[in-house]
């Protein structure tokens, strides 16, 4: 060869690779800004837990609105929509990996999951089911919570369909599952549509009869900075009477009045004032340092739940966000974030302090498997648990 072809050679290969190395710079520099926008990286939760795989799911709609969930856990990671000014907010804790939220020795959380199967607190832990008494694992003061130290939060789903509106997800959770009786197989349908509503529809069916009380434990922060608490939030409660608990959070099996409470919220009052103020703060509030109660429901009556009236709602004057719940459960569990203690680092690197965020969780009523005076959780073969929230946001 030619020293003349040889130089021509090479400086073409030298140009190559320049027009390569740029072709890859410029798709890391696409993927690096895709993952440094509002919301979370989808590479960190490609991977597999507990030998199933996971992954992050995006709902999107005509108005820039986006939801990611998880199939681990069914968990809602970052719901992005605009503010009043235009401006681009995260409005729900929780982690930028996948690995944080399966972390359950050093991360433990239920932010944003599909809790099953029995949501909220279960007294001592112990169920009957045809005519037997089953004990559930222990793992919050003495009761059974959010279905054991192992319930869904910390188990992976299976992804049925997904598209840029709609994601359905399913567990098949086996007779024994935490002590639970009957093999049960529970839907979950997150459905985002182009009025900023976004609707979980859950489903399950089982082969013995077991109890099930589906709900969603996003932490809402409306102020787009989880650095900010929920104090400054307006709350609203359409509910005229919640259920008391004792020390251990566990209702005590009455339902009683809010009128001249810090329970009533039928107006608008700004969360700080109804769980820091010494003068509407009783012994209920001080007990968690907070709200961690269920209200009954005015928008329940004679066995079904009006989803055409609103439940409950927050907003937040700093960005003008307002979230109204829609259910057709009897109870709505508000919980202040009252046990986040600095412990916790989410999303951007931001530390999660006490009342960084707020959870609504729609749902039969905490121990209702105990107190048969009220709605039954119970499910038989042959019938279908249905049970409907909506989150709708809009802005003032």
Same mark, same amino acid.
């Given at each position: 060869?030619?020293?003349?072809? =040889?130089?021509?050679? +090479? ?33 960190? =939760?490609? !991977? ?9 799911? !995006? ?5 820039? !609105?986006?939801?990611? #969930? ?8 970052? %719901?992005? +929509?605009?503010?009043?000014? &235009? ?7 929780? *982690? ?25 607190? #279960?007294?001592?832990?112990? %169920?009957?089911?045809?005519?037997? !008494? ?33 994601? /359905? ?28 509503? +976004?609707? %979980? ?35 609203? #409660? ?21 009128? &001249?409470?810090? =329970? ?6 700004? #969360? ?15 007990? &968690? ?6 209200? /009954? ?20 004057? /700093?960005? &003008? ?10 109870? %709505? ?16 690197? /931001? ?8 959870? +609504?969780?729609?749902?039969? =009523? ?24 909506? *989150? ?5």
């Amino acid at each position: 060869m030619k020293r003349h072809q =040889f130089k021509l050679m +090479l400086s073409g290969c030298m140009l190559f690779g320049l027009v390569l190395a740029a072709s890859c710079g410029g798709q890391q520099q696409q993927q690096q800004s895709a993952c440094q926008e509002k919301g979370v990286c989808a590479k960190a =939760f490609d !991977t597999t837990v507990n030998g199933k795989k996971t992954g992050l799911y !995006t709902l999107k709609n005509a108005k820039g !609105t986006k939801v990611q #969930i998880t199939n681990f856990g069914g968990r809602i990671v970052s %719901i992005v +929509l605009n503010d009043k000014n &235009g401006n681009p907010q995260d409005v729900v804790l929780g *982690f930028d990996k996948v690995a944080k939220y399966a972390d359950k020795e050093n991360s433990p959380s239920d932010f944003g999951a599909s809790i099953g199967r029995y949501a909220n607190r #279960i007294f001592h832990g112990q %169920i009957t089911c045809d005519g037997q !008494t089953i004990q559930l694992p222990i793992n919050n003061f003495g009761h059974c919570l959010h279905g054991g130290p192992d319930g869904w939060q910390y188990q992976v789903y299976d992804v049925v369909s997904s598209s840029d509106k709609e994601l /359905v997800i399913q567990m098949d959770s086996k007779d024994g599952d935490m002590n639970f009786p009957g093999n049960l197989k529970a839907t979950v349908k997150f459905t985002l549509d182009d009025n900023n509503g +976004l609707n %979980i529809d859950y489903s399950a069916t089982t082969d013995k009869q077991t109890v099930i009380n589906m709900t969603n434990h996003s932490y809402f922060n409306l102020n787009g900075d989880p650095t900010k608490p929920i104090n400054n939030h307006t709350l609203y #409660i359409n509910a005229d009477n919640y259920t008391p608990v004792d020390s251990s959070y566990m209702p005590i099996g009455e339902i009683a009045s809010v009128e &001249g409470l810090a =329970f009533d919220c039928r107006n608008e009052a700004e #969360i700080g004032e109804r769980i820091t103020n010494n003068d509407a703060a009783h012994q209920q509030v001080k007990f &968690g340092n907070g709200f961690d109660h269920n209200w /009954v429901l005015n928008t329940y009556k004679d066995g079904k739940g009006d989803l055409n009236t609103v439940a409950a709602s927050i907003y937040s004057p /700093v960005t &003008g966000i307002k979230l109204d719940v829609y259910t057709n459960e009897p109870g %709505i569990q508000v919980y202040s974030g009252n046990f986040l203690d600095g412990s916790a680092t989410g999303k951007g690197g /931001v530390v999660y302090n006490q009342h960084a965020g707020i959870c +609504l969780e729609t749902q039969k =009523f905490p121990n209702s498997p105990n107190v048969k005076e009220w709605p039954s959780p119970y499910l038989n073969p042959g019938e279908t648990y249905h049970s409907v929230c909506k *989150f709708q946001f809009s802005v003032k």
